[in-house]
């Protein structure tokens, strides 16, 4: 299996964990259901790595240290993206935020990889589709206040930032620790600071219900298995064609929500969608 396969799996456990996650969150809220997910994803990697045998993996300190400093500046994207969603509009953060692949591939070229002018093209072309499929147009008389947006689209920009380095990053600890331990050292430092975090900013974790502990164990993890496989891609192709895939992420997401939750795209979403599907083909075969 090729990197763009273990990109393509990515893309729809992040899309479809993203789907669920959002119906918890109505009711646990955001900062809760990411508290819980990263818990659930802590337990599920442990399970995994014991299973599979490989906590030998972590007798380098230096490589524990990247993989600790790269999943940290992805827990930070993240809540910079769920605090962009609570302050600004989502039609707004969500286009912003997905562009976090745009930063992974530049810092990519930047640090040596090289491909076709075809292969270009077609990144090119799947990364303005995924733009076009997260942004809501506004209709007339509709939009929110100059300040809501501001405040959104900041936080957004913030977290495609640190997203994108993020995912950039994780090449390095990954070749030396494997998917399954980097993932897991993210996840257990975010169940160790997510807490303190809150505490500082005054934020609650909520106990979810019977039904939403549910949901939350299968977006905990899907999320967790997500970045595995994006981790898994990483070792087999190049940087810019797996963050590419995994960017698909916010497709699988917007399908989801027109099979089962009725929702209806708008014409841009549905030429964002094409782009998407034509460029990663493109991506595939070339």
């Given at each position: 299996?090729?990197?763009?396969?273990?990109?393509?799996?990515?893309?729809?456990?992040?899309?479809?964990?993203?789907?669920?996650?959002?119906?918890?969150?109505?009711?646990?809220?955001?900062?809760?259901?990411?508290?819980?997910?990263?818990?659930?994803?802590?337990?599920?990697?442990?399970?995994?790595?014991?299973?599979y045998g490989q906590?030998?993996?972590?007798?380098?300190?230096?490589?524990?240290?990247?993989?600790?400093?790269?999943?940290?500046?992805?827990?930070?994207?993240?809540?910079?993206?769920?605090?962009?969603l609570v302050s600004?509009?989502?039609?707004?953060?969500?286009?912003?935020?997905?562009?976090?692949s745009v930063f992974?591939?530049?810092?990519?070229?930047?640090?040596?990889?090289?491909?076709?002018?075809?292969?270009?093209?077609?990144?090119?072309?799947?990364?303005?589709?995924?733009?076009?499929?997260?942004?809501?147009?506004?209709?007339?008389?509709?939009?929110?206040?100059?300040?809501?947006?501001?405040?959104?689209?900041?936080?957004?920009?913030?977290?495609?930032?640190?997203?994108?380095?993020?995912?950039?990053?994780?090449?390095?600890?990954?070749?030396?620790?494997?998917?399954?331990?980097?993932?897991?050292?993210?996840?257990?430092?975010?169940?160790?600071?997510?807490?303190?975090?809150?505490?500082?900013?005054?934020?609650?974790?909520?106990?979810?219900?019977?039904?939403?502990?549910?949901?939350?164990?299968?977006?905990?993890?899907?999320?967790?298995?997500?970045?595995?496989?994006?981790?898994?891609?990483?070792?087999?192709?190049?940087?810019?064609?797996?963050?590419?895939?995994?960017?698909?992420?916010?497709?699988?997401?917007?399908?989801?929500?027109?099979?089962?939750?009725?929702?209806?795209?708008?014409?841009?979403?549905?030429?964002?969608?094409?782009?998407?599907?034509?460029?990663?083909?493109?991506?595939?075969?070339?």
């Amino acid at each position: 299996m090729n990197g763009i396969l273990f990109g393509l799996l990515s893309a729809f456990s992040f899309g479809t964990a993203d789907f669920f996650a959002g119906r918890a969150s109505k009711k646990t809220g955001v900062f809760s259901t990411l508290f819980y997910m990263q818990f659930v994803g802590f337990i599920f990697l442990t399970s995994a790595l014991t299973w599979y045998g490989q906590w030998h993996n972590l007798n380098s300190f230096s490589h524990v240290a990247a993989a600790s400093l790269w999943m940290a500046l992805d827990l930070i994207g993240i809540l910079f993206l769920y605090q962009g969603l609570v302050s600004g509009k989502s039609s707004v953060v969500a286009p912003i935020a997905s562009s976090f692949s745009v930063f992974t591939v530049i810092l990519a070229f930047v640090f040596g990889e090289q491909l076709s002018a075809a292969k270009l093209a077609a990144i090119i072309l799947t990364l303005v589709g995924v733009v076009l499929t997260t942004w809501v147009l506004s209709e007339r008389g509709k939009s929110g206040s100059g300040q809501k947006l501001v405040s959104g689209a900041i936080w957004a920009m913030f977290a495609a930032l640190f997203l994108g380095t993020a995912f950039f990053g994780l090449r390095y600890p990954q070749a030396e620790l494997g998917g399954l331990v980097t993932v897991w050292i993210g996840r257990l430092q975010a169940t160790i600071l997510l807490p303190v975090v809150y505490a500082c900013f005054k934020k609650r974790i909520v106990f979810p219900d019977k039904k939403n502990a549910g949901l939350i164990i299968i977006v905990g993890i899907l999320d967790a298995w997500a970045l595995i496989c994006y981790n898994f891609g990483l070792g087999l192709d190049d940087t810019s064609i797996v963050i590419t895939a995994t960017s698909l992420f916010a497709v699988v997401t917007l399908l989801w929500g027109v099979f089962i939750g009725g929702e209806k795209p708008s014409w841009n979403q549905w030429v964002g969608i094409s782009c998407t599907f034509v460029g990663i083909s493109m991506i595939y075969l070339l």
